[in-house]
Structure formats: structure tokens, C-alpha cells
T-cell receptor, first 115, second 112 residues
Framework: NAGVTQTPKFRVLKTGQSMTLLCAQD?????MYWYRQDPGMGLRLIHY???????AKGEVPDGYNVSRLKKQNFLLGLESAAPSQTSVYFC??????????????FGPGTRLTVL | GEDVEQSLFLSVREGDSSVINCTYT??????LYWYKQEPGAGLQLLTY?????DMKQDQRLTVLLNKKDKHLSLRIADTQTGDSAIYFC????????????FGSGTRLSIRP
């Protein structure tokens, strides 16, 4: 099992450009998440999905869009990149939690720089 | 609102015990977690504790939960250089089982 993979690993954009980050998981997880990590601020949830075809806003959704057309993939789009979106982006996935713990499995991250 | 707080840095001598502390605000937490992030990598779950437990031990790791004070700690016995990492405290809530709230992370550095 590859677990959670992210593409690309690094990217440099100019202000106003668009791009899509791809997350894939092979664990048949229901839940998927996109976070951004900035120094001293921990992880902040951008958007998440509780199943194929569904998405929901997290803590910092502005400037991002997501899609979950297939259960194993969760895409994060930046339509018009801004320097404030320079960050490390992490994708995660987890089982449907029910009453159990919600252990999240993380990808290796994508380092994005917007000039 | 929901908030999880940790100190940003901790430095310990190799072989000593490390204690990383965390406080949280929401009393409806169901599970509390400790994640480890090594340089250039994603987060990995170290251990977690259900909210009706006081303590959980797993080899060199001991988690203590004080629900009254909303305080969680992670003790790493016999700290080694491989323990250098950022440690994140996190909680999941009864009201929103699909989400986890993360703290800002504590960077643990090891002195020889």
C-alpha cells in the first residue's frame, strides 16, 4: 500500500496563476482532508470530504476549491494564487469514525511558493 | 470555541525524559491525540487516548489526561536523538467526529 500520496512535491507559482494539487489514497478511506501548515500556526483545515461527491469548508477555505469525484482522490485547486497562499499543504485521510478514534493518515506534503 | 495550545519549543538532554504539555478548551473532546512530524515529512500518529481514560502507556510513551483541567501531556522516557521532531496535540469532538483540531506543535530538540 502506498498510503496517502500527493502530487506535486514542490511548486513555484506567480501571483494570479492557477494550479491543482492532487491527493490519492489506497486505503478505501471515507474521509479526506486538506490542511495548510505555516510556521507557528500548526495545521489549519482548508476543506474536507466525508465521502465521494461531498465536500465541506474548514477553517480557512477562502481562495481554495476542492473536488472529490472519486473516493480515492481529493483535489485542491487554487484559481488565482496569492503570496499569502505560500505554505506547505498536507492531505490526510481517515476511516469513517463512528464512535471510534479518527486516526488520520497524512501524505508527505506539497511545498508551494507564490511569488 | 475550540482551541488547542502548546508551547512552541522544548530542549532536553539525551537520555532524560521529555514532557510535552497541551491544553484544550472544549470539554466535549472524545479522543485526544499525539502526532509526530519529522523534518520534511507528514504527520504520523504516535498515540491517542479516549476521553474517559486518565493514562495510557505504550513502551517509552506515557500519556496523561486531566479532564478537570483540560490538560494533556506526553512523556517520552529515555529521549533519543531520533525523537527530535515536532509533536502535535490534537482533539476530536463529539459534535464533529469527522474533524480533528490541532495545536501549533512543540519542537523537541535533543542536547548531547
Amino acid at each position: 500500500n502506498a498510503g496517502v500520496t500527493q502530487t506535486p512535491k514542490f511548486r513555484v507559482l506567480k501571483t494570479g496563476q492557477s494550479m491543482t494539487l492532487l491527493c490519492a489514497q489506497d486505503m478505501n478511506h471515507e474521509y479526506m482532508y486538506w490542511y495548510r501548515q505555516d510556521p507557528g500556526m500548526g495545521l489549519r483545515l482548508i476543506h474536507y470530504s466525508v465521502g465521494e461527491g461531498t465536500t465541506a469548508k474548514g477553517e480557512v477555505p477562502d481562495g481554495y476549491n476542492v473536488s472529490r469525484l472519486k473516493k480515492q482522490n481529493f483535489l485542491l485547486g487554487l484559481e488565482s494564487a496569492a503570496p499569502s497562499q505560500t505554505s506547505v499543504y498536507f492531505c490526510a485521510s481517515s476511516y469513517r469514525s463512528g464512535t471510534g478514534s479518527n486516526e488520520q493518515f497524512f501524505g508527505p506534503g506539497t511545498r508551494l511558493t507564490v511569488l | 470555541g475550540e482551541d488547542v495550545e502548546q508551547s512552541l519549543f522544548l530542549s532536553v538532554r539525551e537520555g532524560d525524559s521529555s514532557v510535552i504539555n497541551c491544553t484544550y478548551t472544549d470539554s466535549s473532546s472524545t479522543y485526544l491525540y499525539w502526532y509526530k512530524q519529522e523534518p520534511g515529512a507528514g504527520l504520523q500518529l504516535l498515540t491517542y487516548i479516549f476521553s474517559n481514560m486518565d493514562m495510557k502507556q505504550d513502551q517509552r510513551l506515557t500519556v496523561l489526561l486531566n479532564k478537570k483541567d483540560k490538560h494533556l501531556s506526553l512523556r517520552i522516557a529515555d529521549t533519543q536523538t531520533g525523537d527530535s521532531a515536532i509533536y502535535f496535540c490534537a482533539e476530536s469532538l463529539y459534535s464533529s467526529a469527522s474533524k480533528i483540531i490541532f495545536g501549533s506543535g512543540t519542537r523537541l530538540s535533543i542536547r548531547p
